[in-house]
């Protein structure tokens, strides 16, 4: 379980990241921050393994504050999958897997074949092991990036907008293949992005935040949809009048008569 | 044309070319200053280098004081040291370490600092020690950008070690400041062709270092993605 406690982040030009937020994401759900760019839920995430320290309040990791941990440990025992995968470029597919557990100190070989297997559980070949990254696609970088946050067997996954950077189809299969490993894991994770239904597919729990790192909202994906708390939620959802949707024979359309979708 | 033979001819005469002051045991000389400059300014260069490139701190200090040095004129300066130091290698060994020093350290500084930052930041995420992410992503990450200073800071210091002759000390540079004095331009012109000879050899060799270099730390930059 992770909690924020009345966490605040303001920079010294006087800007304010987060302010005086309260959280909890429970163990083995997937919890997801979505909102516009710049609304302080990266620099939320980011507070979670002390790569930010909050201006106040605390983070606690069931129960213990983690500015009372070791960084460099506590970061070792937490997944951590970033946008542009972030992958190590002078190292090859399996020794970026293996980072973390050859970090801790686990006998290279061990390591090198824990990550062909992960390679397995994310959905790659393992042909790809001696590959570098430059010469991976977008969505394969991503799948890396994601088995090397798994690598170490944390309890706990940060994921920073992690498939941003590919295209729809591509992300969609991601999507899928997290919801498959997450059922298979039962990780906590938290998962940062700014596309609502990224989050409305992922999430266990969603939570929007606002501008200025303040929560609009939190619940299940079915609570904000029937019941968006104010007019930021119901734009952001694309709830608002312009997008009332009705039905036209099979096809959804909108207003204007354009079509979003079909009935199944 | 007459000038090169005749210093073709004074290369290929064995009196010129053996024995303690003969241009075969000046040119291991001139190799010994460029090499011992070279590794003293690496010394001083690589960790400072490093430092500022990975703390990003004193950056601008770095970069003004290198440009700096880079237009002090060698020539004043060997005058300079020699007169306080005296005949000797130390004068100009001095100089040659600071005509070396900024190419090192701009290498060792900028091949640290360009380290994709996304790749530092997964770094530390991922539980790496400050010390980890200088020496495990952004030192090999620097390598390419590394050598090519120490290559251009040797190849300065090669063509510029005839100075030492200048306050005393050894080198090929003994044979153009002696052929200046006694106008034997064949004996000059020898020497300088043979400083041009080593520098060409001493880049060749980098060349080769380089690619195998590259090719320990492929960091996919150029490479067709």
Known sequence: MIEFRNVSKSYDDGTLAVSDLSLIAASHEITVLVGSSGCGKTTLLRMVNR???????????????????????????????????????????????????????????????????????????????????????????????????????????????????????VRADLQRELLRIQGELGKTILFVTHDIAEAITLGDKIVIVATGGRIAQQGTPEEIMADPADDFVTSFLGLDEARALHVSGRLVVDPTGRPVGRLA | MNFLVAAWEWLADPVNASGPSGWGARTVEHLWYTALATVIACLIGIPLGYAVGHSHRFRTFIVSSTGAARALPTL???????????????????????????????????????????????????????????????????????????????????????????????????????????????????????????????????????????RSFPTGVGAAV
């Open chain 1, 51 to 169: 790569l930010v320290t909050p201006t106040s309040g605390q983070v606690l990791i069931d129960d213990v504050d983690v500015a009372d941990r070791n960084p460099v440990e506590l970061r070792r025992s937490i997944g951590y999958v970033m946008q542009n995968s972030g992958l190590l470029p002078h190292r090859t597919t399996v020794d970026n897997i293996a980072t973390v557990p050859v970090l801790q100190g686990t006998p290279a070989r061990e390591a090198r074949q824990r990550a062909v297997d992960l390679m397995e559980t994310v959905g790659l070949d393992p042909s790809m092991a001696r590959r570098y990254p430059w010469q991976l696609s977008g969505g394969q970088q991503q799948r890396v990036g994601v088995a090397r946050g798994l690598a170490a067997d944390p309890n706990i996954l940060l994921m920073d907008e992690p498939f941003g950077a590919v295209d729809p189809i």
């Open chain 2, 76 to 214: 004043g300066v060997v005058t300079l040291f020699g007169l306080l130091l005296g005949i000797g290698l130390e004068a100009p060994m001095l100089a040659f370490v600071l005509l070396a020093l900024p190419s090192v350290l701009a290498g060792a500084y900028a091949g640290v600092e360009g380290a994709p930052r996304d790749a530092v930041d997964a770094a530390r995420a991922m539980g790496m020690t400050e010390w980890q992410i200088l020496f495990r992503v952004e030192a090999p990450l620097g390598m390419p950008l590394l050598l090519g200073g120490i290559r251009s800071a040797t190849l300065q210091v090669l063509a510029t070690a005839t100075l030492a002759a200048y306050v005393g000390a050894g080198g090929l540079g003994r044979f153009l400041f002696l052929g200046l004095k006694t106008q034997n331009y064949a004996m000059m012109l020898a020497s300088s062709l043979v400083v041009v000879g080593l520098a060409i050899a001493v880049d060749l060799a980098f060349e080769i270092v380089d690619r195998l270099v590259r």
